[in-house]
């Protein structure tokens, strides 16, 4: 198995090595960047399996460089980091195409699976099953080998994440989940944030569907969750 590759961006020393030192005994391969500006030129040069990116960071800021990279079609999956816990700026984060968000202060071993699982969903998807020539429901494609959702022949532009949720639903049409399920099934994590599900749910309807606040495929069901009606 290739090593894991990491971009490790932060402004405070301390954190970096701290993460650093964690990963490496995982034998992932870590590079450090001390701000935004510096993570973006590493960002054209060499390609990485993960990204955890900092928040808050002067001149350019964690949000500014998750930005940029999903602008320029660069769909690596990326961990924030940030000394916030207000829910609003997990969801701004999320939002902005974030795949995960820790809370500082957290524990090293926590940080460490959440990169691992990111790492093994990212490759998942990007290998697909030997023969598998993608997923065809409506107007909708999902091509396993490239990693790429289109409607109507047409590129969505998922994050990893979001694709990873939009397979799962295009896999199960009509079948209602609830949220728990998508959050057991989907990313085989227990603890079930609403928040979260609700924000993918909403960043998937606004690629999808011709009028978002009235969706034709990614339905509702009162009380008990979400089915894709393709």
């Not at 000394?83 to 460490?112: C, R």
């Not at 494609?141 to 639903?169: H, Q, S, Y």
Request: aromatic share 6%; proline share 3%.
């Amino acid at each position: 198995m290739n090593t894991e590759k990491i971009l490790l961006v932060d402004d405070e020393r301390a954190i970096r090595l701290a993460v650093r030192t964690a990963l490496t005994r995982e034998g992932m391969q870590v590079t450090e960047a001390a701000d935004g500006s510096e993570a973006l030129e590493l960002l054209k040069k060499q390609q990485f399996h993960l990204v955890i990116l900092d928040v808050m960071m002067e001149h350019v800021g964690g949000y500014d460089v998750l930005q940029a990279m999903r602008a320029a079609g660069d769909h690596t999956p990326v961990m924030m980091l940030s000394g916030k816990s207000d829910e609003m700026d997990q969801v701004l984060g999320l939002g902005f195409g974030a795949d995960s968000y820790l809370t500082k202060p957290f524990h090293t071993a926590i940080l460490i699976q959440t990169a691992k699982a990111l790492i093994r969903r990212s490759q998942i998807y990007s290998q697909g099953a030997s023969g598998d020539t993608g997923i065809r429901k409506g107007p909708f494609t999902v091509d396993t080998l490239k990693m790429e959702c289109l409607k109507n022949g047409e590129p969505l532009n998922f994050t990893a994440r979001e694709m990873t949720l939009f397979r799962f639903l295009m896999e199960h049409p009509g079948q209602v989940f609830t949220k728990e399920q998508l959050y057991t099934q989907v990313w085989n994590e227990a603890v079930v944030d609403d928040n979260t599900i609700t924000v993918y749910v909403k960043r998937i309807r606004n690629k999808i569907e011709d009028d978002p606040k009235q969706p034709r495929y990614l339905k509702t069901v009162r009380g008990i969750g979400y089915m894709l009606n393709v």
